[in-house]
């Protein structure tokens, strides 16, 4: 089985910094990966498809990248609504998926 | 719109079973296939199962396989997903994605709302 690991696990920050949450598959997933957002008592929110595609209707303030076994969410000049818990998932060995553990982005 | 309404919450006993749907609109059910994803309390997301909603094949997490059966009503475009021989650690609010298979992707981009399943005697 494919495993996630995220990092950090937990991030405090302030409104207006720029922020980056890495992920990394234990073995490559090519750009089998995607971001989700999850806030407090939500169903989680899709934002990064296939690691650097920005889900319709999200803003531009995130971005993905990476390719193979690392990758990252980046987060440019925090607003409030994303302080959130952010999760990501390989969908390399499709029809079967893992997420990551999580990372929760707090206000500092 | 396109959204997935799942059925309401539940309380359970040890070894009982629970029968989680997931009514689909706003969408071609059989185009898409549908995860279960499950969150207990404080945790992260656990990934469940899939199932193609075209023809019915599925594919189960090895830590619930043999204790979940994952279903698709067509004429209805609903969901189904049955646990079985319930613990107290499957107490958790569990969901229901759309999983959009196209030639770019491969992501869960409509979700249920979620529906809290406690195991408690």
């Known amino acids: 089985d494919i495993q996630m690991t995220q990092s950090p696990s937990s991030l405090s920050a302030s409104v207006g910094d720029r922020v980056t949450i890495t992920c990394r598959a234990s073995?490559?997933?090519?750009?089998?990966l995607n971001w989700y957002q999850q806030k407090p008592g939500k169903a989680p929110k899709l934002l990064i498809y296939a690691a650097s595609n920005l889900q319709s209707g999200v803003t531009t303030r995130f971005t993905g990248s990476g390719s193979g076994t690392d990758f990252t969410l980046t987060i440019s000049s925090l607003q409030p609504e994303d302080f959130a818990t952010y999760y990501c998932?390989?969908?390399?060995?499709?029809?079967?998926?893992?997420f990551g553990q999580g990372t929760k982005l707090e206000i500092k | 719109q396109v959204q997935l309404v799942q059925s309401g919450a539940e309380v359970k006993k040890p070894g009982a079973s629970v029968k989680v749907s997931c009514k689909a609109s706003?969408?071609?059910?059989?185009?898409?296939?549908i995860s279960w994803v499950r969150q207990a309390p404080g945790q992260g997301l656990e990934w469940m199962g899939w199932?193609?909603?075209?023809?019915?094949?599925?594919n189960y997490a090895q830590k619930v396989q043999g204790r979940v059966t994952m279903t698709t009503d067509t004429s209805t475009s609903t969901a189904y997903m049955e646990l079985r021989s319930l613990r107290s650690d499957d107490t958790a609010v569990y969901y229901c994605a759309r999983v959009d298979s196209g030639s770019d992707r491969d992501a869960f981009d409509i979700w249920g709302q979620g529906t809290m399943v406690t195991v408690s005697s």
């Open positions: 199932i193609s909603a075209y023809n019915g094949n599925t």
């Open positions: 073995q490559s997933i090519s750009r089998y």
């Open positions: 998932q390989q969908s390399y060995s499709s029809p079967s998926y893992t």
């Open positions: 706003g969408y071609t059910f059989s185009s898409y296939g």
